[in-house]
């Protein structure tokens, strides 16, 4: 048996990461249009919480989208599921609650392929749960860098730039830039160009 057939009887888990504007809700939006042009039924879901570009899309910082069910809890997921779906994207997977990682298990369980997107550090540069565990059940991990605003240098990490001090504040190029381990600093940097 391939290593294909054997994904596409049992289902599987896929986690693409990295720091803000690294490129992963570009990246789960062309894996599941891929899923679609083979024409797989797809459904995407995301936070409620993210309402940067639009409420029933996601968008990536580029303005590529693709529909998604908004939920204000993981477990809803199973209240929009279609039982034609075969491919399952989440994005801003950070967002929700520990929750996530039993019933990402339970769709791969039941032979769907799950795609997830979202932070695996903090603005502090500390891993931002449940990323990592969904990272150590998964099947497959992509790491995705940006570009350090500062040098130009691959970033891994989310400088946040304005704001408070919660570890969960929405926002994008207003508030946070990429930066890579030398530029990084723990704290709001209001960085003056």
């Not at 899309?57 to 034609?84: C, G, M, Q, Y």
Request: charged share 25%; glycine share 6%.
């Amino acid at each position: 048996m391939s290593e294909f057939s054997y994904f596409q009887t049992r289902g599987w888990i896929e986690v693409i990461v990295g720091s803000m504007f690294s490129g992963k809700t570009e990246e789960l939006i062309r894996r599941t249009r891929r899923a679609e042009f083979a024409k797989l039924k797809v459904q995407v879901f995301k936070p409620v919480i993210d309402n940067r570009y639009k409420e029933k899309e996601v968008t990536s910082h580029n303005l590529n989208t693709v529909d998604a069910i908004p939920l204000n809890h993981i477990e809803e997921i199973w209240d929009h599921l279609s039982p034609k779906t075969r491919v399952v994207g989440i994005d801003e997977g950070q967002f929700f609650d520990p929750s996530i990682v039993q019933v990402v298990q339970d769709l791969a369980d039941r032979g769907l392929r799950v795609i997830i997107a979202g932070l695996d550090t903090d603005w502090k540069g500390r891993p931002f749960e449940p990323m990592p565990t969904l990272m150590a059940i998964a099947e497959n991990v992509t790491k995705q860098h940006a570009v350090c605003m500062v040098c130009g240098a691959p970033a891994s990490r989310t400088q946040k730039t304005s704001g408070g001090d919660s570890q969960i504040e929405v926002g994008a190029a207003e508030s946070y830039e990429a930066r890579c381990r030398e530029h990084f600093v723990a704290k709001v940097d209001q960085r003056t160009v």
